[in-house]
């Protein structure tokens, strides 16, 4: 069964950083493209970065330059590394495949960016 866990979610000042990290358990991780999305109160699950199995990302036009996605196969792992934060990016950020069929959806991770 795959598990998704993400975490380093937390509260921080408009302007500051975190970086989030997804482990994936219980699956070949390094074949597929994996991608976070968050979703807002009251709003639908946006998708907000995809990396490649090679590296390759792409982002949604609101975080470009800000967001940076990495991945590290070898741990099963995908990391969304978070600078210049807005109000605007408060969410539970979670990590899936980018395509169909997506795994069970973990937790997430609750960001939330005080002014």
């Known amino acids: 069964q795959v598990q998704l866990v993400e975490s380093g979610g937390g509260s921080v000042q408009a302007g500051g950083s975190l970086t989030l990290s997804c482990t994936v358990s219980?699956?070949?991780?390094?074949?597929?493209?994996m991608a976070w999305y968050r979703q807002a109160p009251g709003k639908q699950r946006e998708l907000v970065a995809t990396?490649?199995?090679?590296?390759?990302?792409s982002y949604v036009d609101s975080v470009k330059g800000r967001f940076i996605v990495s991945r590290n196969n070898a741990k099963n792992s995908v990391y969304l590394q978070m600078n210049s934060l807005t109000s605007e990016d408060t969410a539970v950020y979670s990590c899936?495949?980018?395509?169909?069929?997506?795994?069970?959806w973990g937790r997430g991770t609750q960001v939330t960016v005080t002014s």
């Open positions: 990396i490649l199995p090679n590296g390759i990302d």
């Open positions: 219980g699956t070949t991780f390094n074949a597929g493209a």
């Open positions: 899936n495949k980018l395509r169909t069929p997506q795994w069970s």
